[in-house]
Nanobody
Framework: QVQLVESGGGLVQAGGSLRLSCAAS????????MGWVRQAPGKERELVAA????????YYADSVKDRFTISRDGAKNPVYLQMNSLKPEDTAVYFC????????????????????WGRGTQVTVSS
């Protein structure tokens, strides 16, 4: 089993930046593809970014492309989500997600494919 804990959420003004972190524990020796999924009231769940275990491949939703960056260092843990030029519509609970049933080079682009989930961290962007 794998446990995920997000941190770094908070309140920020539009145009500002936040950096989220996701720390994995448990079977961290596993090759984990990871992603960030957000959920806002009145909106559908959205996978905003994903990264392969290798860190060499990534995916971004059109809504955050060119503003958000997902990354992981050589240790593969933690995983970060750098959020720049934040907009009020980015307000949501952001969840870290992971799956170990993929190759080291696979980017998982469907939220339904993830096996492990964190409890989420609130991001609020004021206008």
């Amino acid at each position: 089993q794998v446990q995920l804990v997000e941190s770094g959420g908070g309140l920020v003004q539009a145009g500002g930046s936040l950096r989220l972190s996701c720390a994995a524990s448990g079977r961290t020796f596993s090759t984990l593809a990871m992603g960030w999924v957000r959920q806002a009231p009145g909106k559908e769940r959205e996978l905003v970014a994903a990264i392969s275990w290798s860190g060499g491949s990534s995916y971004y939703a059109d809504s955050v492309k060119d503003r958000f960056t997902i990354s992981r260092d050589g240790a593969k843990n933690p995983v970060y989500l750098q959020m720049n030029s934040l907009k009020p519509e980015d307000t949501a609970v952001y969840f870290c997600a992971a799956t170990e049933r993929v190759s080291p080079f696979t980017v998982v682009t469907s939220s339904s494919s993830y096996d492990y989930w964190g409890r989420g961290t609130q991001v609020t962007v004021s206008s």
